[in-house]
């Protein structure tokens, strides 16, 4: 870990490249190593031997470091603030919300950070959240031209965080709405889909309602996004932001039933279904009942919002997406010595973006590829997994190459904790009660220019369109809905 001069951040790119010790330089370094050079030289020096308390802080502490005040200001000197009349900068282009990256960016150099937020959350109502949770490296910081150039990139994603948490602590109002037009919506869900719409819809004056089933705001952002990367804040001032601008919640309110969804209907003049994906996909396997085998949402609520579970020193992963490596990446920082993702196809087929799987292998997380788990073992708690090789075979729906058993391969692993990272299922319960709703392969179907559905009163946008992709393009779905809506409604009107 090195301290950046002005900044005092971790910076991951240096660790992979730093030269071994007998002086050759390589690009990766064996990860045990990675995760030691960490692990030494971090305040928690402790590992396998840490308390609870070090434990949670562990758990707990952001990826990056915020900035400081005078790391922003030499980090925002950096930008060369492309773009013009004639062509956006590409790091606004890879922005799903569109933010004025290099405006906002100036702004925190001339130090007029209360214009830097603003211009944020101009077209990103979350956007002191999407900071935090945001794949920037696939996104604006990605498409940096330092990039390009083979420099590193703008730390766009924490100038971002430095600007809005900044403001958010000093005030709640950043955009003015319009007087009231007396016109009703509901949205259903309060994760980033549903708060971006009906603050979007607040804003050009509606009556909007929204309904959820949980106490708390933010859907998955609150409940399955790893605390290392977000627990709660600045969710609740973005919240109070939404409420300050007249959008009311429900909360603690499912909609479950055919019989309340028409009443929604009956009682608004639009309905956004901001709705996300339910449960772990639910691959039932023998001993799944035992103890220590978990669900990965249901691993990362309970670490959230309760206690943390004692989960031994060996955690066994199953998945290729980033839950799978979230999961990963809190096991080894709970204290388990070894953690191995099991993943039936190879690394080149992993959903996981590049960059998370390097994060994983950087804090000592092993991978293990073409391996399938097929029994759990154990007498009350589970005490082996069992699994088979798989191989490549012809590819399937998804286009990738379908994982093939290969018979008599099967072995066991001690482990003291498994968890299942698999996938959510998708809502078709849900989505059946609403009269001619386009489906396909059980995802909403949407006119993507006003997120209108094949039911014209119904909105939507989020998970439940797309399967599971970013916050921020759960955020656009919305500002998109809620202008298709303010169509929709006042066009009826006129
Ligand atoms: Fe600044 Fe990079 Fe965006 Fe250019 S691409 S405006 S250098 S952040």
């Not at 956006?88 to 100036?106: K, L, N, Q, R, Y």
């Not at 009682?267 to 994906?277: C, Q, T």
Request: proline share 5%; aromatic share 6%; charged share 30%.
């Amino acid at each position: 870990m090195i301290c950046r001069e002005a900044g005092g951040f971790l910076d991951r790119s240096f660790l992979k490249v730093k030269p071994s010790p007998d002086g050759q330089s390589f690009d990766k370094q064996p990860a045990e190593v990675l995760y030691m050079d960490k692990v030494m030289t971090h305040p928690l020096k402790t590992n396998g031997q840490r308390t609870d308390e070090q434990r949670s802080a562990l758990l707990f502490e952001d990826l990056k470091q915020p900035l400081t005040d005078k790391g922003a200001a030499v980090e925002s000197s950096r930008c060369l603030e492309c773009g013009g009349p004639y062509a956006e900068a590409p790091c606004v282009t890879a922005c799903p919300t569109g933010i004025d990256i290099p405006g906002f960016i100036s702004a925190i150099y001339r130090g007029e950070i209360d214009g830097a937020a603003d211009r944020i959350f101009e077209e990103n109502l979350l956007g002191a959240t999407c900071s935090k949770v945001c794949p920037v490296e696939v996104l604006c910081e990605g498409a940096c031209v330092l990039e390009k150039e083979g420099r590193k990139p703008v730390e766009i994603g924490l100038l971002q965080r430095y600007a809005t948490e900044r403001e958010l602590k000093r005030r709640i109002r950043f955009r003015e709405p319009a007087p009231s037009n007396g016109h009703k919506v509901s949205v259903i869900g309060a994760g980033p889909a549903g708060l971006s719409c009906a603050g979007e819809l607040a804003l050009k004056g509606y009556d909007v309602t929204v309904y959820d089933e949980r106490q708390d705001f933010g859907g998955l952002v609150r409940y399955a996004i790893a605390p290392y990367r977000i627990d709660r804040d600045p969710l609740p001032s973005e919240v109070q932001m939404l409420k300050d601008l007249g959008v009311k919640f429900e909360m603690g309110t499912p909609i479950d039933s055919r019989e309340k969804l028409d009443e929604l209907r009956k009682s608004s003049e639009a309905v956004f279904l901001g709705i996300g994906l339910g449960d772990d996909v639910n691959i039932g396997y023998p001993g799944d009942g035992l103890q220590g085998v978990w669900e990965s949402l249901e691993f990362i609520k309970t670490i959230k919002t309760d206690r943390l579970p004692e989960i031994g020193s060996s955690v066994a992963v199953i998945g290729g997406g980033n839950t799978a490596i979230d999961v990963a990446i809190e096991a080894r920082r709970m204290g388990a010595k070894d953690v191995t993702i099991y993943y039936r196809r190879t690394e080149s087929e992993m959903p996981a973006y590049d960059h998370e799987i390097d994060e994983a292998r950087s804090e000592g997380v092993h991978l293990q590829f073409l391996t399938n788990p097929v029994r759990f073992e154990g007498e009350d708690r589970v005490e082996r997994m069992v699994c088979q090789y798989m191989q490549l075979g012809e590819p399937d729906d998804s286009g990738r190459p379908r994982p093939v058993k290969v018979e008599n391969t099967e072995f066991a692993i001690p482990v003291d904790t498994v968890i299942k990272a698999i996938g959510q299922q998708k809502r078709t319960g849900f989505l059946s009660w609403i009269e001619d709703l386009e489906l396909d392969n059980g995802l909403i179907k949407i006119d993507e220019s006003t997120g209108q559905t094949s039911n014209r009163f119904f909105f939507a946008g989020g998970d439940a369109l797309n399967g599971g992709a970013t916050v921020v393009e759960a955020v656009e779905d919305g500002k998109v809905a809620a202008h298709g809506i303010d169509k929709y409604v006042g066009g009826m009107s006129s």
